[in-house]
């Protein structure tokens, strides 16, 4: 599937605590996902049977997604979200959002777009902080794409770029969703302030450096100015050359 950036901008899912009596047997069992990823399903399987609730489903899951089995491990946070939720111990939220990111994995942009509904929605009565309710509508915001609602995307991305201004790539998504919109005032105006975030970090990834430069090539370039088109991709190439948005930008230069 096609994402706004050339990376996915998540990661593998960290653990949720589980509840405190189940602690032990809980760290056991996530001990093992990266060590013996077979031995780790089968002992979560195994004490899921046994009526091991959350923690269980949950250490299920984190075998799955570390096994790659992307679709399977999405049912697993799923059911790990529902039973959270009915014990209201706390995890809800967490388990949804993880689910997501497992969803988005399997190619299943509705799953994460229902997931990080319910995570947004507060799931198990949790209040979100503006971060990480932002970081969320910048991820179901990808999913709304994928599933082509350009419209609900970039009301999310104005949220969380609202909610929580220095979201990770919250600004750039919006200038790159806004350009292929059509709308290039918007475009620009959130490239600069993309650039702006970035120029203000004591240190910078030189390829978010590249991805910001590439958009800013990209959006130049649609509305004619080529000069700063060339300029912004050459600096992308040099940022990050070996980057998914530094070799863009080298294709778009030699096709200038």
């Known amino acids: 599937m096609k994402y706004l950036l050339p990376l996915l901008i998540i ?22 996902v990266k060590v013996d990823t077979a031995r780790a399903i089968e002992t979560a399987q195994a004490w899921r049977i046994e ?25 697993s946070y799923e059911a790990a979200a ?9 995890q809800a ?13 399997a190619g299943q942009p509705e799953a994460a777009v229902r997931f990080l509904s319910n995570a947004i929605a507060g799931a198990g009565g ?10 969320m509508r910048v991820t179901r915001a990808e999913a709304l794409v994928d599933l082509k609602h350009p419209a609900d995307a970039a009301a999310d991305l ?7 201004p220095d979201v990770r790539y919250g600004w750039l998504l919006k200038a790159t969703l806004a350009r292929r919109m059509g709308d290039l005032v ?11 975030r970035l120029e ?14 590439l958009e800013a090539g990209n959006i130049a370039a649609a509305q004619g100015k080529d000069q700063l088109a060339r300029a912004a991709w050459l600096a992308a190439a040099r940022a990050a050359p070996d980057s998914p948005a530094g070799k863009a930008a080298n294709t778009a230069l030699i096709g200038d």
């Open 11 to 32: 990661a593998a899912p960290a653990a949720a605590a589980p509840l405190a009596g189940d602690r032990a047997r809980y760290d056991a069992c996530v001990g093992l």
């Open 51 to 75: 009526g091991g609730g959350v923690g269980a489903r949950h250490c299920l899951a984190l075998a799955q997604f570390q096994r790659q089995d992307y679709a399977v491990a999405l049912k």
């Open 82 to 90: 529902q039973l959270s939720e009915t014990a209201k111990d706390g």
């Open 93 to 105: 939220v967490a388990l949804w959002n993880q689910g997501a990111e497992a969803a988005l994995l």
């Open 126 to 135: 949790i209040s979100l902080s503006p971060g990480a309710e932002a970081a």
């Open 158 to 164: 104005d949220a969380a770029t609202k909610l929580y």
């Open 186 to 196: 918007t475009a620009e105006a959130a490239i600069l302030e993309a650039a702006k």
């Open 200 to 213: 203000a970090k004591a240190d910078v990834d030189p390829s978010d450096e590249a991805d910001v430069q």
